[in-house]
């Protein structure tokens, strides 16, 4: 079945301790993202990966950082875990190009104490 | 910034009614996105439409892109409970293979039996 696998699906943990957020796809996409879910502010992209080892900062990058050695995977890391990091995180993956739309995992809620 | 707006915020409606969820932009969409989201958990595709005045139905739900590429309806014919969750629109602000997509803030529906 082709899907975008996060783990944790839950976390709560305390500041500063680092945590992996991880995301797998088993359909070969190019494109990676990284989004947080927050009320109010709607979905918000942190990092994005067009292919194997090329990453960039999305809107809200601040605090996160990502890596993309394989293309199925796309690690996001929280070095220092700060409460307004708290947040449902999603990632997505999609074919390369315009207009190909954007299969998401079931989510990972963080609760950083 | 190019942002999309989407109304109204909230709806609830009767077993059975019809209603529609709008998403607009003041500049023109390259390719428009539907997801539906249950609450907590993650985005599943619904449709995509890519060309001025374009319709594409599944079931009982029809989506519209306008003429000018700016605004995009969604239509949900003889709502049921199952219909009920946040709707998002998404969009990719460009052309070509930037997937820098911006996203509404959702609609919440509620259908009561």
């Known amino acids: 079945e082709a899907q975008v696998t996060q783990n944790p699906r839950y976390l709560i943990t305390v500041t500063g301790k680092k945590l992996t957020v991880t995301c797998s796809q088993n359909m070969n996409h190019e494109y990676m993202s990284w989004y947080r879910q927050d009320p109010g502010l709607g979905l918000r992209q942190i990092y994005y990966s067009m292919n194997v080892e090329v990453t960039d900062k999305g809107d809200v990058p601040e605090g996160y950082k990502v890596s993309r050695k394989e293309k199925r995977n796309f690690p996001l890391i929280l070095e220092s875990p700060s409460p307004n990091q708290t947040s449902l995180y999603f990632c997505a993956s999609s074919k390369q190009g315009g207009n190909q739309p954007q299969h998401f995992g079931d989510g990972t809620r963080l609760s950083i104490l | 910034s190019q942002e999309l707006e989407q109304s109204p915020q909230s709806l609830i409606v009767q077993e059975g009614k019809n209603l529609t969820i709008n998403c607009t932009s003041s500049?023109?969409?390259?390719?428009l996105y539907w997801y539906k989201q249950k609450y907590g958990e993650g985005l599943i595709f619904l449709m995509m439409?890519?060309?001025g005045g374009e319709e594409k139905s599944h079931e009982k739900i029809t989506a519209k892109l306008d003429e000018k590429k700016q605004q995009s309806s969604l239509h949900i014919t003889a709502s049921q409970p199952s219909h009920a969750g946040i709707y998002l629109c998404g969009a990719d602000g460009r052309a070509g293979n930037n997937r820098k997509l911006i996203w509404g803030l959702g609609t919440s529906l509620a259908v009561n039996p």
């Open positions: 439409l890519q060309k």
């Open positions: 500049k023109t969409l390259y390719g």
